[in-house]
C-alpha cells in the first residue's frame, strides 16, 4: 500500500513537473512578417565632387547583372569623406534579393548613375569592370525567409574613382 501511494505521488509530481515547464520553441506567430540587412561599405578612392554616393538593395537585374527598376529601398546619401560606412535595411519582405550595390548618381539627372561595388564573393573587391561600369560576375543574392530573417555581414567595396 505504501509503495502504491509512493508511486502515485512520483506519478503526479512528475505531472505537475512536466506541465510546468514551458515551451521555448518559436511558434510561426512569433515569427516577423519582414527582415533586415545590414553590413559595411569600406570605400577607396577619392570623393566625388558632385553626386551622392547610396547603398541600395534590388530584387531585379537585368543582363548583365545591372539593376533593374528602382530599388527595394536605398541608404540616405553618405557624407562626404566616410572612410566605412555601416547600413541597415530593415522591413524588408521575405523573397530572394538580387544584389546589394554601391553607387553614385546624379540627384538632377535620374540617368546619370554609375556602380561603385557590389556585395558578391569576395568583399575586398568592387566586382565592377573599371572599363565598362558593369559587373564582372553575379552579385551574390541575398534570402530573407523564417529561418533567415536578418542577414548581417553584407560587406562590400566600393572604389569612388568609378564615379565621373
Not at 18 to 41: F, K, R
Not at 67 to 79: K, L, S, V
Not at 84 to 108: C, H, I, M, N, Q
Not at 133 to 140: E, I, K, W
Request: with cysteine.
Amino acid at each position: 500500500m505504501k509503495k502504491a501511494l509512493l508511486s502515485l505521488l512520483a506519478i503526479f509530481a512528475m505531472l505537475l513537473w512536466l506541465s510546468a515547464c514551458s515551451d521555448d520553441s518559436t511558434s510561426p506567430e512569433d515569427i516577423p512578417d519582414t527582415g533586415s540587412v545590414s553590413g559595411t561599405v569600406t570605400f577607396t578612392g577619392t570623393w566625388p565632387s558632385n553626386g551622392d554616393i547610396q547603398v541600395s538593395i534590388y530584387t531585379g537585374l537585368n543582363p548583365p547583372y545591372i539593376p533593374m527598376g528602382p530599388p527595394e529601398q536605398a541608404t540616405d546619401p553618405i557624407p562626404a569623406n566616410t572612410g566605412t560606412y555601416s547600413f541597415k535595411f530593415e522591413g524588408l519582405e521575405k523573397t530572394t534579393y538580387s544584389a546589394v550595390f554601391v553607387g553614385w548618381r546624379d540627384p538632377g539627372d535620374p540617368t546619370a548613375s554609375r556602380l561603385l561595388g557590389m556585395y558578391w564573393t569576395d568583399p575586398n573587391a568592387t566586382g565592377i569592370d573599371p572599363m565598362t561600369g558593369l559587373p564582372q560576375a553575379a552579385p551574390t543574392t541575398i534570402t530573407i525567409d523564417n529561418d533567415h530573417i536578418d542577414i548581417t555581414g553584407i560587406n562590400l567595396t566600393g572604389d569612388l574613382d568609378l564615379a565621373p
